[in-house]
């Protein structure tokens, strides 16, 4: 078994696509632990930003957690009909090009794209997070401790759909019912203490209000919609139930549903949790970059049960999901860029399945751009946290926006009439949320997605026109141009009269009759022993077979060069056969080993890049490769056999 079949696992057929499929005990773990793990971030983030107002805080989060979980019950029952209407992906590009248009369907496709690789990077850097202030001590890697959590997940899902979800059961549904635990205990503890309970572990002192603060009797409205634009973080993640329809097995729509409504169901439950329990214990947040950095649900749950055990327990898998909710970015990125390839608005490259039919490329790009972005930031959940809302809310306000135009122009019945009307309070619901988002998060690096999303679109269309132009230019030809078949004229680059130049001379001796050696001849290059040899060893033998010969060309360049002397003697020879292609071919010596690459010069592979760059419809590239020790490999073998 080779090393990638241990890393990644064996390939899989085509046909084993159906058996990839899941219900919703994997989808959760697929698809849902983005939407789960913000539980433990949307709280602390809106936190972070109320610290000004010391302890009195508290009292405004859980005002804030409600509007949050209103609108996730809109979002809930708009999605649950975005699925019924597109089967087969209702996601915010599909149903934006189809109902609004390209552009904006290219606008609702970049926001999720950027969004997704915030996903990714966030909810690494939440995890680890949680993970140092456990264990403080390792703070000061926690950049690498990150970079370690995302490869270690790139190469979960490059061993398939369906084993990344069973593979993340164990954290999810372990994070559920530990913390679902501990808030049970704390809502009790909270009744029956009539709403004064006292912590087990005293959670860090909050201070008092700010200066600037205090002195005021009413809270300035521009810090509560910072705060509420902090806790949208917690709304990101519905849409990907509706956004990877295609990894559902049948029936496709009740399954996703169903997935959704426990993905959305829990969350509600967990936010209004922690939003009344951390009012009720005193927790708040701490400086993020600060030694005494300690996670919102790391206080929480020392409050409530203590550091025996079952806090480390808990901690871990909150650990857990938060590093590996970076998986819903995985699961729905490179689904993604495929429906963009498609449609021919990113490389092909990304339609194309690999070894464990997953779409690989868009794998390795979404590690790859998830990479630079933890070390831009160094790792800080909160220095991404203002990028991280806008992208969600963009495309949640297109898909909404496209709804209702699909319902539009539906028959009017009172059931259509019911569903436009949802889909546009989801509309207006998350649009008003996204501006707050803009205004509030703006100065703070929102700025950055604003320019980032149109800079995309751009790229998307420039990628589309490029594959228009193509398909205009090789598009269908008509009928086979019988005219010019005449053989080619071929020239052969050669260093020396070797193996591999016999090789190559051979090959090109079968494709035509006209055949011409071009031989670099430099201060150092014995030219006249080369034509020496020539004449024994390749002109007489083909003459003595009743064969025309091939014309040794030398080209003197007495300044080293190696490719304008060639270049010139092709622009000669395109004028002379102006009627015939020119084939050149390039002889290589081919290495067995990776390790052996570097030690041999690397003409062959400059001079095929240098011709497939100078262009020209009439010259030919044919690369005739000799692999080293092949011989005696092929001898080996026959022996073997006999």
Known sequence: MSFLDRLIGKPLSSHSEDEQKVGP???????GLDGLASAAYGPEAALTVLLPLGVVGLSYLFPIMGILLVLLAVL?????????????????????????GIKPGLFAAAALLVDYVLVVAVGISAGVGAFVSIFPSLTEYRLELSLFVLALVAIVNLRGAKESGIAFALPTY????????????????????????VAVVTPSVLPAPDANFAA???????LLLHAFASGCTAMTGVEAVSNGMSVFRKPVVPTAQQTLTIIVGVLGILLAGIAYLCRAYNVGATPPEG???????????????GKGLFYYVTLGFTLAVLALSANTGYADFPRLCRLLAQDSFLPHAFENRGRRLVYSLGISVLTFMTALLLIGFGGITDRLIPLFAVGAFGAFTLSQAGMVRYWQKQPATGATRASMFINGLGAIATGIALMVILVAKFTEGAWVTVLLIPGTVFLFLRVRAHYDAVHKEIGDVGKLDVVHLEPPVVVVPIKDWTTIAEKGLQFALSLSPDVMAVHIATQDDDAEALRTRWTRDVTEPLREAGRKPPVLVVLASPYRRLFNPLFGYLNELEQRFPERRIAVIIPELVETHWYQYPLHNQRATALKAALLLRGGDRIVVINVPWYFGAEGKRASFVEKES
């Open 25 to 31: 005990f994997a989808a959760v773990p697929m698809l």
């Open 76 to 100: 809930f029952f708009s999605y649950r009909q975005t699925m019924a209407a597109y089967p087969t992906g209702g996601g915010s590009y599909t149903v934006s090009r189809e109902n609004l």
């Open 174 to 197: 372990g994070f559920i019912a530990s913390l679902g635990i501990v808030l049970v205990i704390g809502v009790v503890k909270t009744v029956i203490a009539g709403g004064a309970p």
């Open 216 to 222: 005021l009797s009413v809270i300035p409205l521009a």
């Open 291 to 305: 030694e005494s950095y300690q996670s919102v649900l790391s206080q929480l749950t020392a409050a409530i049960i």
